[in-house]
């Protein structure tokens, strides 16, 4: 079925009675030649682009919950390509440029917004390093503005010009970066992959692998044995766990990651703005709620919650920056299992088990890379051959000393 | 959270900055012929259990102290905390 | 006295002499309540004014003042009243205050009134009884749930050009007034055995059990009356009113000093090891926050125990048109007619599916309300008496756009009848309040008994529920299961408690059929009213597939709202489990999060906002530079002096040229108190050293200074400094600015958890020594004016340290090192001589034309000198990165120099550090610039490197440049492209030494 407004208009008139569901609710096959472990955004985009892009068949997805439980559907929502580095600009802006077109390409209204991106710096050294970043933003094709400290008026007069513990010196504006609503990603790659054939099987989780002279044979799930020709996991914060399936231990720590939303507000905001000089990121949903956002609770976690103190830091960041949220209320808070990397980039890569991939590490910036990572990742289990963009993100990166560290902050997951 | 500092009492994590995976203790012999894997899988590699997990915290906001806190990663429940440097020693660590 | 007569004397009393001629009479107060008629008090609604008394919220007043009509809808803009009394309403939300205190989407149930409240409806334009975007409602069967995911994709562009902004400005709720939070918040921590979570019977009886134990005792109630629905209800305790219990009991409570009474506080969320969140509103029920007072406080909460007492919170039967002003909850209507003497109208309906229903019936007839009819759903309801009793009946639609006019109600018999009747009140039966029991993830479980989702198993460590939460529905349970609750709780963590003799209360648990909404063909009935998603909605997102209870949510907005679905969730879940065919224990829930309610942003903060968001670090010569006009500047926590203008310089690069041409010339003093410096003593010192930083320190000699870097374990530079041997077994160490705290951190672990046996013992004494470079040709004769001792080249030559004392006799350092490429020193005094040195040293140095510089000269002298900072350890560079390639000993076990032995940060084009000079010498040179090849195109795969730090160099007379570059150190000479195109500059350059000034090193040990 095809969304239109007219279909809208049709269905109104008639009652509503012909919407269809959005995907099916198969039972699994006994083998498929691709499973896709993993019913969020890269799984599911992963699914898609096989079958639309890759023209292969007889896949599934495998969740075990529900589809877009995750990340996809706890995030700040944000999208941007303002990386530094050559392994991760290309890919990002690949991203973006499949952003661009999501929603006529898998006819689902995402709410792609490009309101820009705002990074605003606070000393010489940190405008010294943006303008390196715009730079290499602008070798790579991508736009990448450098304001001073009247550009950034001009954009967010509201912001604390006046009695800033750390002054707004200036900042990097990407007008292409903006906000997604996040669920509808899961919602529009579930159903572009369902209607090309693609079984969506959700509440199935995996709990083994089996693997047989060093190639996969198959999964064990909690709704039994399904076999597969090739594997590829996708599960973010919980990568560790399936991998250790396969013998595998990883360079990612799992963190939890809080996030905020506040009542909804007439707007307030444009885009998206970082703060330099604290932990605190801003947007605005179209349903009016400020999204924000800071660091990382710091401690591995699987709880899918956090604590106080990352709560406080978080809108003291905001009261320093932008003091006219002082009486907007915060609303709700949420955790969401981080895959923290130990340089900060992601991983797509081949493991030492035949049939089986892997793709992990997003860290926090996981959703922006939400359709280039489905179609690189698709791209290496259709192909065995990386994405161009994705050449970077290997596992051996690290043996090799080629890590892709954009914050210099070395092997430790949680300063990433 | 709070830690049970073995010197201190009980303590507000707050005052405490966290390291990561108390393996971070077992730094491999730099002589040892492989000694740039062992180097790797010891600084890179890791569990990652979704469960009891040992990890380093610094007492930075106090007196200092390294610990090594078994903590169980699904629910926060803290079930030992202990000075890192006599974990170190355990571990056959000395100068 | 009866409640005309009262009403009749009210209006004499509320003719207000000084009356504005708009405002109402109190046309709908009622007999008795808990609010202090002695006392009136002003406030306007929309611009209107009217009257009202202590004890009042805003919701009451307006309703007593025969407002019903408080809000508009989110998407449709539908006209909406109050439908609680209580931080659970959806409907009545109001943009509190003015000007810079205006506070959108405040409750008004929760507003407690002052004297010259000023309340503005919101959402709507341009007034509240007509509002333009209400056409919304009109268009609603194109809005039906998730219409907007399958339309608006066309054109692309049209997105964020047309459709969004409409979408926007027509979403939202209330405005922010864009002015700073002009109030004070606070945090502060408190410490308890049993902290009790709300105080209703169960909250008060628990704490009194606690209380007359010795425990210490917290009760906290976001009410600013405690006593929860003791006031509400007209239920006896004992031979007392409830009301007058609590009250007797809050007296006793307050009268123990081992009990902390905490009301108008919040416990917003449920943290790990027993630590809560609670929000006080300090002053919010003043008109003004007294001066040197804060408007709310933050609390965390330390409890041993927690016993969580949050009661239960009504729930709606969905019908059609359910959400008319005037529709609203029966437990609420008994609440303001017992409570607060008011009532949304005369002429009173009430529909319910269970007998707690009924006691609303009972209590506005105790109050001369006219009963228009009871509509039960239940056949087997039992009879009432006095009243149209219409059993097997249920309310099918309601008319009354803005305001409620009638009913229409299907009898058991099949007829329909239209009763008109200014208010219904509705009861579909009582949710326990499980949020703060879900905080930790737990689910909470269905109750067949009652009904409803009470808490799980696995609550918090150390929460326990007690009353209505736990779905004890009478108030002799509660007062019970409190008491009870409390005393098991203290008995766990070994302090006993007695059980205190209980008064005797209702013990009738009412009785229920659970009914969610009423079947209806046409039309729309709301499941969650803020939201607007009615029963069709949920029936659309089954029919789509949205079945999960978070698709649900998400599809729709179910329970996404200001009231975090409080009054909506659990019908929402019925409806969908009566689509699916599950139970609602199968269909499950979503996850009630925190915080309970919602708390300003500000609130968060307290007192870390706007300037004091950090604390300042002043350096030891701040007062003095202060003195001098310096211009400061933000380096991490740190205020220092950038540069100290001189009167005539009317830009910043005088001064600084000046700064620099003077040391260069002269001599020149700075404060670099800042770099972390760390005292390392123990007889293994040197050796520890030796394997903290990547070159040798083994054999230092003593009176020695050596320049040393140190690697992260993965081999890339993590700082770089001095390390001074005072004796054999004293060593201080200087680190940057920045990783100052860093490299304490990382010297602590490696001796505690990688080297525990080694006889080291480290401090910092950052903040112990004031410590000042002095640099420059003069910079020996200047110090030999301050220092006690000779320091002549033959007695402390480069790299020499010694203690000395200054200004006949004071201990202090000296080290003869140079970060400016000059003879120079570092002198540093215990900190609180600081002021003093640097006033005897900018005295002494006249005589020379001596200057103090700041950071800017000291960055310009660095990057003349070659001198890597923070630009250029920037934490992915290397030794070899770094030119140093040769400090990083292989013969020796050092931190990170094994793995800066994998091939990827040695390979042959590896970026080197060089310098970069205009190729024409007038032209500028940006940081931040890429370098292509001459001829090359500007593009990524060309990429050279980057320049990490530029500086005009006065001496040189042109810019300067630090940078890296693929194969640098072989390519001196060549010219590049340096190309910053986000500042539309390009530069040609040339590689050039990195050391500009003094390149063989002369000055330093002159």
Redesign the interface.
């Known amino acids: 079925m095809r969304?239109?407004?007219f279909?809208?208009?049709r269905?109104?008139?008639t009652g509503?009675k012909g919407?269809?569901?959005?995907?099916?609710?198969p039972a699994p096959q006994a083998s498929y030649d691709y499973v896709i472990i993993g019913g969020g955004g890269h799984g599911l985009a992963t699914a898609y682009y096989l079958a639309k892009e890759f023209n292969q068949a007889r896949i599934a997805v495998l969740e075990k919950?529900?589809i877009?439980?995750g990340n996809v559907?706890r995030n700040t929502t944000i999208i941007r390509s303002n990386y530094l580095l050559?392994g991760n600009?290309?890919f990002y802006e690949f991203s973006m440029k499949l952003w661009e077109?999501l929603?006529?390409d898998f006819?689902?209204?995402?709410?792609?917004?490009?309101?820009g991106v705002l990074n605003l710096c606070?000393?010489d050294?940190q405008?010294?390093?943006?303008?390196?970043?715009?730079?290499?933003m602008?070798?790579?094709?991508v736009d990448?503005?450098?304001l001073d400290r009247e550009g950034v008026r001009r954009i967010a007069p509201?912001l604390?010009f006046d009695?800033?513990?750390?002054?707004i010196k200036g900042g990097?504006l990407q007008r292409r970066g903006?906000t997604v609503?996040h669920?509808?990603v899961a919602?529009?790659y579930a159903r572009g992959a369902d209607s090309r054939g693609v079984d969506i099987i959700?509440n199935c989780e995996v709990t083994g692998m089996r693997i047989e002279n060093g190639r996969i044979l198959g999964v064990e799930t909690s709704r039994g044995f399904i076999g597969a020709k090739k594997v590829g996991c996708a599960v973010a914060g919980s990568s560790s766990k399936v991998m250790s399936h396969a013998g595998m231990r990883l360079p990612i720590e799992s963190h939890v990651l809080q996030a905020f939303v506040?009542?909804?507000?007439?707007?307030?905001i444009p885009g998206v703005i970082t703060y330099g000089?604290?932990h605190f990121y801003v947007s605005?949903s179209?349903?009016?709620g400020l999204v924000f956002g800071g660091d990382i609770d710091g401690y591995n976690s699987y709880?899918?919650?956090g604590?106080?103190p990352v709560?406080?830091d978080?809108?003291?960041?905001?009261?320093?920056l932008m003091?006219?949220?002082?009486?907007?209320?915060?609303?709700?808070?949420?955790g969401g299992i981080m895959d923290m990397s130990m340089d900060g980039s992601p991983i797509i890569d081949k493991t030492d088990v035949d049939g089986l991939y892997f793709n992990g590490g997003w860290c926090y910036g996981g959703f922006k890379a939400t359709p280039a990572s489905g179609w690189a990742f698709a791209h290496l289990l259709a192909t065995d051959k990386p994405h161009q963009t994705a050449r970077a993100y290997r596992f051996d990166?690290f043996?090799?000393?080629?890590?892709i560290?954009e914050?210099?902050?070395?092997?430790q997951p949680n300063l990433h | 959270?709070?830690i049970n500092h073995p010197l201190l009492g009980p303590r507000d994590s707050q005052e405490f900055?966290y390291?990561g995976d108390a393996s971070?203790?077992d730094?491999?012999d730099?002589?040892a012929p492989d000694?740039?894997d062992q180097?790797?899988d010891y600084?890179y590699l890791r569990d990652n259990p979704a469960g009891e997990h040992r990890e380093?915290w610094?007492h930075?906001q106090g007196d200092?102290?390294?610990l090594v806190v078994t903590r169980n990663v699904v629910?926060?429940?803290?079930l030992n905390v202990e000075?890192?440097?006599?974990?170190?020693?355990s571990r056959g660590?000395?100068? | 006295m009866t409640a005309n007569q009262m009403s009749g004397e009210m209006n004499a009393v509320f003719t207000p002499s000084d009356s504005q001629g708009s405002q109402k009479t109190t046309v709908n107060r009622l007999a008795g309540g808990q609010i202090d008629r002695s006392r009136r008090l002003r406030f306007t609604f929309d611009g209107k004014g009217y009257l009202a008394h202590p004890g009042d919220t805003l919701a009451s007043a307006l309703l007593a003042n025969g407002v019903r009509l408080m809000g508009r809808s989110?998407k449709y803009h539908r006209p909406r009243g109050v439908i609680s009394s209580g931080s659970e309403e959806p409907n009545a939300l109001v943009e509190l205050r003015s000007g810079a205190?205006?506070?959108?989407?405040t409750r008004a149930t929760v507003i407690e009134m002052f004297d010259g409240l000023e309340a503005t409806s919101q959402n709507r334009w341009p007034s509240l009884s007509f509002d333009a975007m209400g056409v919304n409602d009109l268009l609603s069967?194109?809005f039906?749930a998730g219409?907007?995911?399958?339309?608006?994709?066309?054109p692309?562009a049209f997105?964020?050009k047309l459709y969004?902004p409409i979408?926007?400005?027509a979403?939202?709720?209330?405005?922010?007034?864009?002015?700073?939070?002009p109030?004070a918040y606070d945090?502060g921590f408190l410490h308890c055995d049993l902290l009790v979570v709300g105080a209703g019977p169960s909250g008060l009886a628990a704490a009194l059990t606690a209380g007359r134990s010795g425990a210490r005792v917290i009760l906290a109630d976001e009410d600013f009356r405690l006593g929860g629905r003791l006031n509400a209800e007209t239920l006896a305790v004992g031979d007392q009113s409830g009301a007058d219990w609590a009250a007797a009991t809050v007296a006793e409570l307050a009268s123990m000093p081992n009990v902390r009474l905490m009301t108008r506080t919040t416990i917003i969320?449920a943290?790990?090891?027993?630590?809560y969140?609670a929000l006080e509103r300090v002053s919010d029920h003043l008109a003004v926050t007294p001066k040197g007072k804060v408007r709310q406080t933050?609390w965390?909460i330390?409890s041993k125990r927690a016993l969580v007492c949050a009661g239960a919170i009504e729930r709606p039967i969905a019908f059609v048109n359910n959400d008319r002003p005037g529709i609203m909850m029966a437990g609420a209507l008994r609440a303001y007619a017992n409570r607060w003497a008011a009532t949304p109208g005369h002429r009173v309906a009430v529909f319910t599916n269970n007998d707690d229903g009924l006691r609303t019936v009972a209590d506005l007839r105790a109050k001369g309300v006219q009963i228009a009819a009871v509509i039960d759903s239940r056949p087997d309801a039992p009879a009432l008496s006095g009243v149209e009793h219409l059993r097997g009946a249920m309310v099918i639609d309601a008319k009354g756009r803005l305001g409620l006019s009638s009913i229409v109600v299907r009898t058991a018999s099949g007829d329909t009848r239209t009763i008109p009747c200014d208010a219904l009140g509705v009861s579909g039966g009582w949710n326990p309040n499980v949020g703060l029991t879900c905080?930790?993830?737990s689910r909470p479980v269905w109750n067949d008994g009652i009904a409803a989702f009470v808490p799980g198993n696995d609550l918090p460590?150390g929460m326990t529920v007690a009353g209505a939460a736990v779905g004890h529905l009478t108030t002799a349970a509660a007062l019970r299961t409190g008491a009870e609750g409390a005393a098991a709780a203290l008995a766990d963590i070994g302090h006993s408690a007695a059980l205190p003799d209980l008064p005797r209360a209702e013990d009738d648990a009412p009785r229920l059929t659970p009914l969610w909404y009423v079947p209806h063909k046409k039309g729309r009935a709301w499941v969650d009213p803020q939201n607007d998603v009615t029963v069709?909605d949920v029936k659309?997102a089954h029919?789509?597939?949205?079945r999960?209870v978070?698709?649900l949510k998400?599809?729709t907005?179910l329970g996404m709202a200001?009231d975090?679905g409080k009054t909506s969730n659990v019908t929402g879940l019925a409806v969908m489990a009566a689509m699916t065919g599950q139970t609602i224990q199968q269909t499950g829930t979503t996850i009630y999060?925190?915080?309970y309610t919602?708390?300003?942003?500000?609130?968060?903060?307290?007192r870390?906002?706007?300037?004091?968001?950090?604390p300042?670090r002043l350096t030891p010569s701040h007062k003095w530079a202060t003195e001098q006009g310096a211009v400061f500047?933000?380096?991490g926590m740190w205020m220092r002096a950038q540069w100290f203008p001189k009167p005539g310089e009317t830009t910043w690069r005088q001064s600084v040229d000046r700064e620099v041409l003077a040391t260069r010339g002269s001599v020149g003093i700075c404060d670099v108190t800042t770099l972390g410096k760390i005292d390392v003593q123990g007889t293994?010192a040197a050796?520890f050293l030796n394997r903290i930083y990547a070159n040798p320190f083994a054999k230092l000699g003593v009176g020695k200074v050596r320049y040393g870097i140190m690697l992260?374990?993965?081999?890339?530079v993590?700082d770089d400094g001095t390390a001074a041997r005072l004796a054999e077994d004293h060593f201080v160490v200087t680190t940057t600015t920045a990783n100052a705290?860093g490299v304490y951190?990382h010297m602590?672990?490696c001796r505690?958890?990688?080297?525990?046996?080694?006889d080291v013992q480290l401090i910092s004494t950052t903040e112990a020594w004031a410590q000042f470079s002095v640099a420059g040709p003069n910079a020996r004769k200047l110090l030999q004016k301050i220092v006690d001792q000779d320091i002549s080249n033959e007695a402390l030559p480069y790299m020499g340290c010694a203690e000395v004392t200054v200004m006949g006799g004071l201990r202090a350092r000296i080290f003869r090192i140079s970060f400016s490429g000059e003879l120079a020193y570092e002198i540093a005094v215990p900190t609180r001589y600081g002021d003093g040195l640097i006033r005897a040293m900018a005295d002494a140095a006249k005589e020379f034309g001596g200057v103090v510089y700041g950071t800017e000269a000291l960055g310009v002298m660095r990057i003349e000198k070659g001198h890597a900072a923070?630009?250029e350890l920037?934490?992915?560079t290397t030794a070899l990165n770094l030119g140093m390639a040769g400090m990083v000993n292989k013969k020796k076990?050092a931190i990170g120099?094994?793995?800066s032995?994998?091939?990827?940060?040695?390979q042959p084009d590896a970026l080197n550090l060089v310098g970069f000079r205009p190729v024409s010498k007038d032209a500028l040179m940006?940081?931040?610039?890429?370098f292509i090849n001459a001829g090359a195109e500007?593009?990524?795969a060309n990429?050279q490197g980057?320049?990490?730090?530029v500086a005009w160099s006065p001496n040189l007379g042109h810019y300067v440049g630090l940078g890296f570059l693929k194969n640098g150190a072989n390519r001196k000479g060549e010219r590049l492209r340096a190309?910053?195109?986000?500042?539309d500059l390009e530069t040609e350059v040339e590689v050039v030494s990195a050391h500009f000034i003094d390149p063989e090193g002369e000055r330093l040990r002159a």
Request: one cysteine or more; charged letters at 25%; glycine letters at 10%.
């Open positions: 969304y239109s407004g279909r809208v208009i269905e109104a008139l509503h919407w269809q569901p959005a995907w099916r609710d919950g529900y877009g439980g559907g050559d600009e290309p077109g929603e006529q006819n689902f209204n995402a709410m792609v917004s490009q309101r606070h000393t050294a405008r010294d390093a943006y303008t390196r970043r715009g730079n290499a602008r070798l790579n094709g990448a503005e450098l509201f604390n009695s800033a513990r750390f002054p990097l903006g609503r669920d509808a919602w529009g959700q506040s009542e909804g507000l007439k707007p307030v000089a604290g605005q179209d349903k009016g709880a899918q919650r604590n106080m709560v406080e978080v809108c003291e960041g905001g009261m320093s003091p006219i949220i002082g009486r907007a209320r915060l609303l709700r808070m949420w990166r043996r090799k000393g080629l890590m560290d914050k210099g902050m070395g092997a | 959270m709070i900055t390291l971070l203790i730094r491999p730099w002589q000694a740039v180097f790797h600084l380093l610094f930075e200092r102290s390294w629910t926060h429940e803290i000075l890192a440097s006599d974990v170190a020693r660590r000395s100068k | 989110f205190r205006r506070e959108p989407n069967p194109f039906a219409f907007y995911y399958k339309t608006f994709m066309w692309k997105w964020e969004e979408i926007r400005r979403a939202g709720l209330g405005s922010l007034s864009m002015e700073a939070d109030d945090k969320g943290f790990d090891h027993g630590i969140g933050l965390r330390y905080h930790h993830r460590a069709k659309l029919q789509e597939g949205y999960s978070e698709h998400r599809y907005t200001t975090q999060r925190p915080p919602p708390v300003p942003i500000a609130a968060f903060a307290g870390s906002a706007k300037e004091d968001f950090r300042k500047v933000e380096v293994d050796e992260r374990e993965d081999g890339m993590m705290v951190r602590e672990y505690q958890c990688l080297w525990p046996d080694m923070g630009n920037n934490g992915t076990d120099s094994t793995l032995e994998r091939e990827g940060l040695n940006s940081a931040g610039s890429h500007a593009n990524a990429d980057y320049m990490t730090s190309v910053c195109p986000v500042k």
